[in-house]
DNA sequence: CTGGGGACGGGGCCC
DNA sequence: GGGGCCCCGTCCCCA
């Protein structure tokens, strides 16, 4: 039959309008998204795809980075939602362009972005206000993120030095607002985020200003990134140059692009020894440390259930966490009913390094091991709506709120019970007919032994039922979920150090070298690299090392039959 | 190519 | 909540 060509131009176009409203609602709920923008205090979450698609500026840094820093001098955080808003919807709200201080700023913001559409956007609404961009506008290009595609442009009147003063309420003196702009800006995040708003796409309650809007808890993304690093690291830079990728120039990566300028210690704090290093690779550093240390979202392959050495009668296995809920500690790890993106289904495989404590977190055969029951139909977890999962159950609801309320219901005796009446029925997991599930569950089909082991511990029980007790043992116990992975934690202080891991935070600098590090033990431990201080003596054959667990491994050397 | 060493990241857990 | 430590694991370099 005959096809009007003008009816197939209409369907494309509700298609990508469609398509492009999808991606929209999925920026706000965070559902997906695999970058964060720091602007200044605030954080963005995103998608790499769009951001792409939209802007060459972050197309040429998106590959690299799931953190990346934006230089506030060029775009501000409001600025960067209507940015957001603009990717995510193809135009400018009305209250966004009203007076042409915010379009003039837009389009500051556009041109350093490189995003052309925005940019002549901006362009004819000020002409069309009968203004002309102002001198200041005129842009020249500057070094790329990368080096290879044409760089951000940049106001040539501009001086690029560190965030104005006004944007600092902590210190009165411009000198110690200003910070390295390469560095400054999750150092910025770190430091203040527990002070100030943030807020994420999507968010709109959130407001940055200080004076309106709903504050945000500084707990945003479920981690307390205020945390500071001890005497003499907070340093002027804040992501270690070893973070970013080996490719890339220092333009690159997780910073701001912005050439470096004047970089003038903050009040009270201590510069490193060399600034200089802010622009030049660390020598000290023996190896650049791959892009795996700042971007774990992909992180895969750790092996699970490796030789696990559980201390005799460490609690975590047996023991439930105070009684029967999960509830506060679930609530906990939420931002707000829009901010939980976690994606059930998506990331939650690259978590497999459990170490001895019980390896939890780990990847089954493809599936997640978080949820240790079957949703229940109409609530798959981590589709749809439903992003929000009951741990105990699996049911997945649309808002945190309707989640707390459910899980609310939970009991561990209705837990139990429901499961014994499961077991009653026959309906047991065993019975399941999808090999994923005896995968999942430790139960080889048609395997002889063992029938029933553990997948967390790889404890074997005499029957599903004594498995099944067990392994609420594991779920009870990991009330703390990652917000950006969905990975479940034991402690709240472990979760939020893996928190720091997706945002590349890492407070402790090495005044030796830069090199930074999220724990403070790891510092400690790596200055004896400088030190050259070997503490850990083989017994055996008198090998010094600077590691203990280099002395481990080389005693298992030792050991292992040769 | 392989094994050993160096260095480092992540998670568990105790204090 | 954070520090400290343990363990597992990985990557890289080098002989």
Redo the contacts with the bound molecule.
Sequence with gaps: MFVNQSVCEMEQQNHFKQLLLQLNQQRAKGYLCDVIIVVENALFRAHKNVLAASSVYFKSLVPHDNLINLDTEMVSPSVFRQVLDFIYTGRLSSSDSVSDHSVSSLLTAASYLQLTELAALCRRKLKNNGQTPSSSNKLTTSPTPNGHTPGPLRLSSTPLRATPSHHNNHSGSRKGNLRNQRWGQEGRLREDLSEEEVFISGSRCASLSPSGGSRVNGLALGL?L??RS?SGSTATEEV?P??LPQSSSPHSSSVSPTPPTTAEPRENQRQLPNTSTDLLPRAP???P??H??AT?LG?T???????????P?????EKLVRGDRVTPELE?GEVDGEENGQDQSEESGH???????????GKRNGNTNYIYRQPQPGFEPGVGDNLYVCIPCGKGFPSSEQLNAHVDTHTQDEIYLEEEEEEEEGGGYLKDEDPDIYASRGVEPGADEPRHRCTVCSKTCKDAVSLREHEKSHWL??PFP?NICG????????????M??HLGL?PFA?EE?G????????L???M??HSGE?PYECQL?G????????L???LK?HT?P?
Aim: aromatic residues 4%; glycine residues 14%; charged residues 30%.
């Design positions: 307390d205020s945390k001890p270690s070893s973070s550093c023996k190896r440390r791959s795996r240390e774990n992180e392959g750790k092996a699970l259930h490796k030789g696990l050495v559980k201390k009668g460490a609690p975590g296995h906990d978590s497999g390094s459990e170490g001895g404590g019980g390896g939890a977190g116990n990991r990652c990975k479940l934690f034991t402690q709240r202080g472990t979760m939020t150090r893996h720091r891991s890492k090495c070298c090199m930074r590090f999220t724990r403070q033990y790891r400690a431990e790596h004896r690299v070997k054959c090998g010094k090392f600077t590691q203990q667990r280099n481990l491994s080389h050397m292992s040769s």
